[in-house]
């Protein structure tokens, strides 16, 4: 099974700061990585796919970068909205499957 | 709009069976696969299990295969999860998620 490693595990930083979050899938996942940011009692909500990808709808301050076992989120300039825990996610075919990283709370300092 | 609607979720004994809904609509559910996914309460997320666009093609991972099952209706624009032998540790919210698009969760908490 792949697994996904995901660091850090919480940060926190000043709004206008630049944040950076890395994951590290166990083999080569391709590009077949999603970004998900989930704040307290909601449903995961995707903003990067394909790792690079921004889904429509979502700020370009949040981007995605990476191929084959190491992948970055950033975001460029922190905003106070922007308080969650991002997820990585891996997607493989073979069999079909998810595997998550552990996650990265984000507080404001 | 993509719409993913779950229900059945609530208060199960250890042992205990419960099964959840999740009603699908603003696209065409039979063209799609769709998945399971849980997060216990303060924890991250987990997979759970995997259905094709038929439902030929089903995948659970080890946590709870043999357990749980996974079903669709195409025609009702419906997917199932059928959670047998439930245990403390499948306390969570569980979500059905099309590629990026997940329902708001339904609570199972298996508690005496």
């Known amino acids: 099974d792949i697994q996904m490693t995901q660091s850090p595990s919480s940060l926190s930083a000043s709004v206008g700061d630049r944040v950076t979050i890395t994951c590290q899938a166990s083999?080569?996942?391709?590009?077949?990585l999603n970004w998900y940011q989930q704040k307290p009692g909601k449903a995961p909500k995707l903003l990067i796919y394909?790792?690079?990808n921004l889904e429509t709808g979502v700020p370009s301050r949040f981007s995605g970068s990476g191929s084959g076992t190491d992948f970055t989120f950033t975001i460029s300039s922190l905003q106070p909205e922007d308080i969650a825990t991002y997820y990585c996610q891996q997607y493989d075919n073979l069999p079909p499957s998810l595997t998550f990283g552990g996650g990265t709370k984000v507080e404001i300092k | 709009e993509v719409q993913l609607v779950e229900s059945g979720g609530g208060l199960v004994q250890p042992g205990g069976s419960l099964r959840l809904s999740c009603a699908a609509s603003g696209f065409t559910f039979s063209s799609y696969e769709m998945n399971w996914v849980r997060q216990a309460p303060g924890k991250g997320l987990e997979w759970v299990s995997y259905?094709?666009?038929?439902?030929?093609?089903?995948y659970y991972a080890d946590s709870v295969k043999g357990r749980f099952t996974i079903s669709r209706d195409n025609a009702k624009n419906s997917l199932y999860l059928q959670m047998n032998s439930l245990r403390a540790e499948d306390t969570a919210v569980y979500y059905c998620?099309?590629?990026?698009?997940w329902g708001q969760g339904t609570l199972v908490t298996v508690s005496s």
């Open positions: 998620a099309r590629e990026g698009d």
């Open positions: 083999q080569d996942i391709s590009n077949y």
């Open positions: 394909d790792a690079s």
């Open positions: 259905i094709s666009s038929s439902g030929s093609t089903i």
